[in-house]
């Protein structure tokens, strides 16, 4: 049983940062990846970034290439992921998830554990 927790969103201005969390608890062999996904009201769930948790090798949506910074700390089992020079268009509840597998690919399909999301509005 592998149960993930997210927290740090929040309300910011475009332009600003926040630095999201996701705590797993449970078995944590440490032969898998997990990425972070994001939803908008009325949006289908897309890929923002995942890492590899042994070898630290990550992946980033174009979108969010140079802005974001996924990492995570394997003796905390915390997964986070840096948001910086955010924009409106970031808004949407973002879930922290875990695959099995230890490539960090963007298939959400390849994810089996998902948090139950932390709220970040970036206000124009």
């Known amino acids: 049983q592998v149960q993930l927790q997210e927290s740090g969103g929040g309300l910011v201005q475009a332009g600003g940062s926040l630095q999201l969390s996701c705590a797993a608890s449970?078995?944590?062999?440490?032969?898998?990846?997990m990425g972070w996904f994001r939803q908008a009201p009325g949006r289908e769930r897309e890929f923002v970034a995942a890492?590899?948790?042994?070898?630290?090798?990550?992946s980033y949506a174009d979108s969010v290439k140079g802005r974001f910074t996924i990492s995570r700390d394997s003796a905390k089992n915390a997964l986070y992921l840096q948001m910086n020079s955010l924009e409106p268009e970031d808004s949407a509840v973002y879930y922290c998830?875990?695959?099995?597998?230890?490539?960090?690919?963007?298939?959400?399909?390849?994810?089996?554990?998902w948090g139950q999301g932390t709220q970040v509005t970036v206000s124009s």
């Open positions: 890492i590899s948790w042994l070898s630290g090798s990550t």
């Open positions: 449970g078995r944590a062999f440490g032969t898998f990846a």
């Open positions: 998830a875990r695959k099995r597998n230890p490539w960090p690919t963007k298939d959400l399909g390849e994810y089996n554990y």
